[in-house]
């Protein structure tokens, strides 16, 4: 069973930037996607990023041209890049993979961003 653990979450100002980090515990040979989702409190999780297993990105409107989505397989780890964060960005976000087989998520990484 693969475990994700994600990282690089913390307190950061309004406009400034973070990367969060997802980390598999073993290689993933294939997937189909991989995902940052987030959860603000009292509101649904929600999509913010995916990339599938050709590279093609998806974005959550909120998000678009201020995320990036990208995996580094040598690491096993996909990475969200944020810039130009927003007070309303604030949340746990949490890393997801489709195995194919089966899905995995991470325990989340709170990010806060303060105004």
């Known amino acids: 069973q693969v475990q994700l653990v994600e990282s690089g979450g913390g307190l950061v100002q309004a406009g400034g930037s973070l990367r969060l980090s997802c980390a598999a515990s073993?290689?993933?040979?294939?997937?189909?996607?991989m995902a940052w989702y987030r959860q603000a409190p009292g509101q649904r999780r929600e999509l913010v990023a995916d990339?599938?297993?050709?590279?093609?990105?998806n974005y959550a409107g909120s998000v678009k041209g201020r995320f990036t989505i990208s995996t580094e397989s040598a690491k096993n780890t996909v990475y969200l890049q944020m810039n130009s964060l927003h007070v309303e960005d604030t949340a746990i976000y949490y890393c997801?993979?489709?195995?194919?087989?089966?899905?995995?998520w991470g325990r989340g990484t709170q990010v806060t961003v303060s105004s």
């Open positions: 990339i599938s297993t050709g590279g093609s990105t």
């Open positions: 997801y993979a489709d195995l194919w087989s089966q899905t995995v």
């Open positions: 073993r290689k993933i040979v294939s997937f189909k996607a």
